[in-house]
């Protein structure tokens, strides 16, 4: 099992409607989970992060985090062809003691 | 303020030279994360350090990789001997805290020829 797990994808969403994009985690004492948006042939830039249970929102983007089932999602409200981008989860395993990151959800978003 | 700065932003070099690799974190970060990352790949951990020293060079691929980082700021990559599987692009990351949001520099894309 991999310390952190996404669907490759594609997801393929039409413009304007809700993306979600989901992740699992397999150590229990991760503390931080983060999502970062890479755009092709550019660095993963940090979109959200999320540290306790709950959902965070900023503008567009909700960060949605269980701790219990070791699960954390994004969603991506009233999509844009602009989002279309490869995801990528990224983990704190306390066990670990280092940032891990998933490969990646590609999202599609088609006008 | 200022980014992560990585240089050279492209390397082309001959198998079996060495290269350098070189990250500017942000002022302050203490936290600096190496990563390669392949053509469709996603992200291989390399090293990352906290202040001066690396906790964890766990994901250096083999002894021909090292790093270091000096004054708690600038931080090398150093390639020994390439091999064209070193070909990818290599990353640098910086934060407050190893497992605080961490900043993307833009990268260094290494080709061995």
């Known amino acids: 099992q991999k310390e952190v797990e996404q669907n490759s994808g594609p997801l393929s969403v039409p413009e304007g409607a809700i993306a979600s994009l989901n992740c699992t985690y397999s150590?229990?004492?991760?503390?931080?989970f983060f999502w970062y948006r890479q755009y092709s042939g550019k660095s993963p830039e940090l979109i959200m992060s999320?540290?306790?249970?709950g959902d965070k929102e900023d503008g567009r983007f909700t960060a949605q985090l269980n701790k219990a089932s070791q699960y954390v999602s994004l969603l991506i409200r009233d999509s844009q062809p602009s989002d279309s981008a490869t995801y990528l989860c990224?983990?704190?395993?306390?066990?670990?003691?280092?940032?891990?990151f998933g490969a990646g959800t590609r999202l599609a978003v088609h006008p | 303020g200022a980014g992560v700065s990585q240089s050279p932003s492209n390397k082309v070099t001959e198998k079996g030279k060495d290269v350098e690799l070189r990250c500017d974190p942000i002022?302050?970060?203490?936290?600096l994360y190496w990563y390669r990352q392949s053509l469709g790949q996603g992200l291989e951990f390399l090293i990352y350090?906290?202040?001066?020293?690396?906790?964890?060079k766990s994901g250096l691929p083999s002894d021909r990789f090292s790093a270091e980082r000096t004054g708690g700021s600038v931080s090398t990559l150093t390639i020994q001997r390439t091999q064209q599987e070193d070909s990818a692009v290599y990353l640098c990351?910086?934060?407050?805290?190893?497992?605080?949001?961490?900043?993307f520099g833009p990268g260094t894309r290494l080709t061995v020829t």
């Open positions: 150590d229990r004492g991760s503390q931080s």
């Open positions: 990224a983990v704190f395993s306390g066990g670990y003691n280092k940032l891990i």
């Open positions: 350090f906290q202040g001066n020293s690396a906790p964890d």
């Open positions: 990351a910086s934060g407050t805290s190893p497992s605080y949001e961490q900043y």
């Open positions: 999320i540290y306790s249970n």
């Open positions: 002022s302050g970060h203490t936290a």
